[in-house]
C-alpha cells in the first residue's frame, strides 16, 4: 500500500486572563514549554477506530508557539486530534482530582484520628499529599469529530488559543486559567534563570488548581505553598478564588524559591493550617521570615516582569515602593514598637529587605511622618564621605546559597532567619556590606531611635 508524508502543525496560545500580562505581552502569547500530543484515527470497514499517538512534542520557547508532527503513513483520510499536558521537566500544574482528596480523607478515617490531636491528623495527612498521586490532565485543544476525515498533505490547524468561548477544553475555564499560570510561572522562572545558574528555581516546581480540601472549612482554608512537597494550592471554593489574585500567585511561588534555596524546613505546612495563617505577629522569627520574603520577593518579581509597582489590592490604586517604612509608620501601622519585634513580622521583613536594598540611604529620614522614608533636603556636605551599602537583588538572594569563599558554607538555615543571623550573613557575603553598615540597618530599624541614615553612615573626609 502506497506510502504517503503527513504533517499536522498549529500554534498554542493564551488569551491573558491578568491584566498585567495583557499590558505587557498584549492580548494574547504563544505558549511552550509542555507535552502536546497528536493522535490521528482512521476508519475501518466504515467505523472510527479507537485513537492511535503519533507523536509526543514539546513547543520549543523560540517556536512562537508552533508545534509539528510529521510521519509516513498510508494515504487513506484521518481525524486528528491534539492534546496538551501543562507538565515538562520544570513545571507542572495539577487539576482538581477530587475523587483523590475524598479517597484520602477516607483513607485517614479521620474521626479515629482526631482524637489523637489535630496536629498528628494534619501531620498524617500531608504525609499523604505527596505529588505522586497527582495527575496532570491531558486538555483536548482540537478534535476532528465530523466529516470524512483529512487527507494527506500539510495540515494547518493554525492558531489554537485558551481563550473564553473557544472549542474543547480551549474555552475551558480551568484549562484556560492553567494556560495563564503556566505562561506566568514560566516568565518568573525564566527571570530567576536570567539572574544566573545559582539563582534559579533548582527543583520542578507543582502547582495545584483548582484546590479545594474538603478537610477544611471554605472560609478558612488559604492557598499555600507546601515546603514538604514544594507544591503550591490555589484555592478556589464556594468563598475564595484566590486564582483571581496575581499576588498570590507570585507570593506562593517565591515561597517555593525560598523553600529551594534554603535548609529543609518541616512545620510550615501544618503551623498554616493550624494556626489560621502564618501572618502578623509571629513567636517564630523564621516564619515571619519566610513570610516577609515571599511577599517582598513577589514585589521584586512584579516590578521586574511588569515595569510598575504592585498595588496594595489586586485592583487597587496605593502602589507598594521599594523603598523601607518609617519609624512611626513601624509602629502605627504594624504595632511594632522595638526592634526586637520588627523580625516577628512578615512586614517588618519587607521593610528591613527594603532598607538593604535602598540605595543612596544618606538621602532619606526615617523619621516623622508618612508610610515611607521621605528624601531630606539636606544639600550634600562635601567635608563628608558616606557609604552606600546597598544590597542588588541578587545579593539578596545570595544570602540563601551555600558561597563557600563568603564563609557561608551552608544554605540559609531557620536558627540564622532572625535578624541578627541575617545582618551576619550578610556582612560576610556581602563585600559592600560592612559592620558599620550593620550597625547603621540595626539602627534605623529602631522604632525607639531617631537616628538619620547620614549620622550612621557618614564620616569626615581626611
Ligand atoms: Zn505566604
Redesign the pocket.
Known amino acids: 500500500m502506497a506510502q504517503v508524508g503527513w504533517t499536522l502543525r498549529g500554534r498554542v496560545l493564551v488569551e491573558h486572563l491578568f491584566q498585567e500580562l495583557t499590558d505587557t505581552y498584549g492580548a494574547t502569547s504563544p505558549l511552550a514549554g509542555f507535552r502536546v500530543r497528536v493522535q490521528a484515527r482512521q476508519r475501518v470497514a466504515g467505523v472510527w477506530g479507537s485513537w492511535k499517538k503519533w507523536d509526543d512534542v514539546i513547543i520549543n520557547e523560540d517556536d512562537a508557539g508552533a508545534f509539528q508532527v510529521s510521519k509516513i503513513k498510508s494515504h487513506h483520510n484521518r481525524r486528528f486530534r491534539v492534546q496538551v499536558q501543562f507538565k515538562s521537566a520544570d513545571l507542572v500544574i495539577f487539576g482538581a482530582h477530587r475523587t483523590l482528596l475524598r479517597q484520602v480523607s477516607r483513607a485517614l478515617r479521620l474521626r479515629t484520628l482526631r482524637s489523637l490531636g489535630a496536629e498528628l491528623v494534619l501531620d498524617q495527612l500531608l504525609q499523604h499529599f505527596t505529588r505522586l498521586p497527582y495527575q496532570a490532565d491531558w486538555h483536548t485543544i482540537h478534535v476532528d469529530r465530523t466529516g470524512n476525515g483529512r487527507r494527506a498533505g500539510v495540515i494547518d490547524l493554525g492558531d489554537l488559543t485558551f481563550e473564553a468561548n473557544a472549542p474543547n477544553d480551549l474555552g475551558d475555564r480551568v484549562a484556560h486559567r492553567q494556560a495563564e499560570l503556566w505562561f506566568l510561572y514560566s516568565r518568573v522562572m525564566a527571570l530567576f534563570e536570567g539572574l544566573g545558574q545559582d539563582y534559579r528555581f533548582k527543583k520542578k516546581i507543582a502547582v495545584k488548581y483548582p484546590h479545594n480540601n474538603p478537610l477544611l472549612g471554605d472560609r478558612i482554608e488559604a492557598s499555600?505553598?507546601n515546603p514538604e512537597n514544594h507544591m503550591v494550592y490555589i484555592v478556589e471554593n464556594s468563598v475564595w478564588d484566590d486564582y483571581a489574585r496575581i499576588d498570590y500567585m507570585l507570593?506562593?511561588i517565591?515561597?517555593i524559591w525560598a523553600y529551594q534555596h534554603s535548609r529543609r524546613e518541616k512545620g510550615m505546612a501544618w503551623q498554616?493550617i493550624i494556626h489560621g495563617?502564618?501572618?502578623g505577629l509571629q513567636n517564630r522569627t523564621w516564619v515571619a521570615f519566610?513570610?516577609g520574603f515571599?511577599?517582598w520577593g513577589y514585589h521584586q518579581v512584579y516590578r521586574r516582569l511588569f515595569g510598575r509597582n504592585p498595588t496594595i489590592a489586586a485592583a487597587g490604586t496605593t502602589d507598594i515602593q521599594s523603598r523601607p517604612f518609617k519609624r512611626s509608620d513601624l509602629i502605627s501601622r504594624y504595632g511594632l514598637s522595638s526592634l526586637e519585634q520588627v523580625d516577628r513580622h512578615?512586614w517588618g521583613w519587607v521593610s528591613i529587605l527594603n532598607l538593604l536594598t535602598t540605595p543612596d540611604l544618606v538621602n532619606y529620614t526615617f523619621n516623622g511622618n508618612g508610610r515611607y522614608i521621605a528624601r531630606t533636603r539636606a544639600r550634600p556636605n562635601r567635608a563628608l564621605v558616606c557609604d552606600d551599602p546597598a544590597l542588588a537583588f541578587t545579593d539578596v538572594l545570595r544570602l540563601f546559597i551555600t558561597n563557600r569563599r563568603s564563609g557561608a558554607a551552608r544554605q540559609l538555615g531557620r536558627s540564622e532567619m532572625n535578624l541578627a543571623g541575617f545582618l551576619q550573613r550578610a556582612v560576610a557575603v556581602v563585600p559592600q556590606f560592612d559592620r558599620t553598615a550593620r550597625t547603621a540597618v540595626l539602627s534605623l530599624l529602631d522604632p525607639a531611635q531617631n537616628t538619620m541614615p547620614r549620622d550612621l553612615l557618614c564620616r569626615p573626609r581626611r
Open positions: 499555600y505553598a507570593h506562593e517565591m515561597h498554616l495563617d502564618t501572618h519566610h513570610e515571599a511577599e512578615e
